[in-house]
């Protein structure tokens, strides 16, 4: 995965602006959603499951997270799929109330679009009533259906100190894409003057007990990997940690 003296394709900087453009939503609805209670229709919390299944795919990556127990909790008898996905938190919907903008925090650049099934069949109808026993998927597909699009995803992780700058961000593979390359396109990190650290992200500055660190696929990197060039399904992911 290493390599050296190859330029790194540029990117659309189109996707750094939704992001933010994302966060903000995300904040807003985060203020004024209430989680519902769990123990309606004669359902119990002590069952662990007691709304339908939830999965959020890019690729071979599972990127559900915690959104899956919050749909669940959620749930209630007669729900819609749009009234389940806003009421819980799991996804995000710009102004017109159905185009879907992220789901679990995960953003899509423009070439990606989220396509959503219902048991197994694709769903175009956002009122379509949810049972119980139901499997939503939701998954990134190219918004090309011709294309052949690889995925590669960028993560900020704000840990405990910063949760609310935690999102993804779903990108084409493109050819020579390295680490550095990344890092530089996405807008929002600022790399030391030496080019192998980084400095801020989003304009947060770590505290003299926090550090930004680098990861590729959960694995920690050097300084020195900040040359390595990712792959298709890779997951880049800069994370906020305690030193």
């Not at 710009?94 to 903008?101: Q, V």
């Not at 956002?126 to 090309?144: G, L, M, Y």
């Amino acid at each position: 995965m290493n390599g050296r003296g190859k330029a790194v394709p540029e990117m659309s900087a189109k996707w750094m602006w939704r992001i933010l453009l994302g966060i903000i939503i995300i904040a807003t609805v985060g203020g004024c959603s209430s989680v519902l209670g769990s123990m309606t229709d004669g359902s119990s919390a002590e069952t662990g499951n007691t709304g339908p299944a939830f999965s959020v795919l890019v690729g071979d990556s599972e990127l559900a997270g915690s959104s899956g127990r919050q749909l669940s909790e959620t749930y209630k008898q007669g729900s819609t799929l749009i009234e389940l996905l806003k009421s819980s938190g799991a996804a995000t919907f710009a102004a017109d109330g159905y185009t879907l903008l992220s789901v679990n925090k995960v953003f899509l650049s423009p070439e990606w679009i989220w396509e959503i099934q219902l048991n197994g069949k694709k769903i175009t109808d956002w009122n379509n009533s949810v049972d119980r026993e139901d499997a939503i998927i939701v998954t990134a597909k190219p918004a090309d259906s011709k294309a052949e699009l690889q995925p590669v995803i960028f993560t900020v992780n704000g840990g405990s100190e910063q949760p609310e700058k935690t999102h993804s961000y779903v990108l084409p593979y493109t050819e020579d894409l390295s680490v550095r390359g990344m890092l530089k396109s996405s807008g929002m990190v600022l790399l030391s003057e030496d080019n192998k650290s980084v400095t801020s992200v989003m304009d947060y500055k770590p505290l003299s007990n926090e550090e930004w660190k680098l990861r590729v696929n959960g694995k920690q990197l050097l300084d020195s990997g900040i040359d390595m060039k990712l792959r298709p399904q890779d997951t880049l992911e800069v994370v906020l940690v305690l030193r």
